[in-house]
């Protein structure tokens, strides 16, 4: 497993990067919506990547946060979804709205990728709403979808604190319930306060 990959950015493209590290040359595809954020070639880049490896390839997929690639690997768990098509989802939408069409039953938005039928899009609902609801626990905003990718993180960060996950569990989900903070950054801040008492 290739976790990611560190080196000097040799080329970029719209659908793929080649990053130089350890004199190899490692070809990565990347979502469009990723390319834009890329350094200047020439520059060190670190990806986070996913390796697929079939009979007749060895391809390697870059992102540019380790929760972009848990979304990709959950939506290649569908069937019916491959690597183009995943990626391809992952250009048109940002992952944590791809979540949130998810966690809310949107069809008609993951739909709107060019590509992905209402069918697939149903499937995709079906089979990672449940898988979905357990790593992002909290209620979620039917319109707004509100909470889910912020908490989450937060919680996280609260963990590589030293803080146990049932306090970051309960000191985010009361910042939330009390609506004293929308962004990542003032939830831990406010957890933080909570976890002061």
């Given at each position: 497993?290739?976790?990611?990959?560190?080196?000097?950015?040799?080329?970029?493209?719209?659908?793929?990067?080649?990053?130089?590290?350890?004199?190899?040359?490692?070809?990565?595809?990347?979502?469009?919506?990723?390319?834009?954020?890329?350094?200047?070639v020439g520059e060190t880049i670190r990806v986070h990547t996913h390796f697929i490896h079939k009979e007749d390839s060895?391809?390697?997929?870059?992102?540019?946060?380790?929760?972009?690639?848990?979304?990709?690997?959950?939506?290649?768990?569908?069937?019916?979804?491959?690597?183009?098509?995943?990626?391809?989802?992952?250009?048109?939408?940002?992952?944590?709205?791809?979540?949130?069409?998810?966690?809310?039953?949107?069809?008609?938005?993951l739909s709107k990728v060019n590509g992905l039928g209402k069918k697939t899009s149903e499937k995709i609902i079906l089979?990672?709403?449940?898988?979905?609801?357990?790593?992002?626990?909290?209620?979620?905003?039917?319109?707004k979808g509100e909470g889910n990718i912020e908490n989450r993180t937060a919680i996280e960060a609260l963990l590589a604190?030293?803080?146990?996950?049932?306090?970051?569990?309960?000191?985010?989900?009361?910042?939330?319930?009390?609506?004293?903070?929308?962004?990542?950054?003032?939830?831990?801040?406010?957890?933080?306060?909570?976890?002061?008492?």
């Amino acid at each position: 497993m290739i976790d990611f990959v560190y080196g000097r950015l040799h080329e970029k493209n719209m659908d793929s990067i080649t990053i130089e590290s350890g004199g190899l040359g490692y070809k990565i595809f990347v979502t469009s919506s990723l390319y834009p954020k890329l350094a200047d070639v020439g520059e060190t880049i670190r990806v986070h990547t996913h390796f697929i490896h079939k009979e007749d390839s060895m391809d390697l997929y870059g992102f540019e946060s380790t929760y972009e690639r848990e979304v990709f690997r959950h939506l290649l768990s569908v069937s019916g979804v491959g690597p183009k098509l995943g990626m391809k989802i992952l250009s048109d939408l940002q992952y944590n709205d791809v979540i949130r069409a998810v966690l809310n039953k949107d069809s008609v938005y993951l739909s709107k990728v060019n590509g992905l039928g209402k069918k697939t899009s149903e499937k995709i609902i079906l089979e990672l709403k449940s898988k979905f609801q357990k790593l992002y626990p909290y209620p979620v905003d039917a319109e707004k979808g509100e909470g889910n990718i912020e908490n989450r993180t937060a919680i996280e960060a609260l963990l590589a604190l030293g803080y146990r996950e049932k306090e970051a569990l309960e000191a985010t989900h009361a910042v939330i319930r009390g609506k004293k903070a929308t962004s990542t950054e003032d939830i831990i801040k406010e957890s933080l306060k909570i976890l002061a008492l």
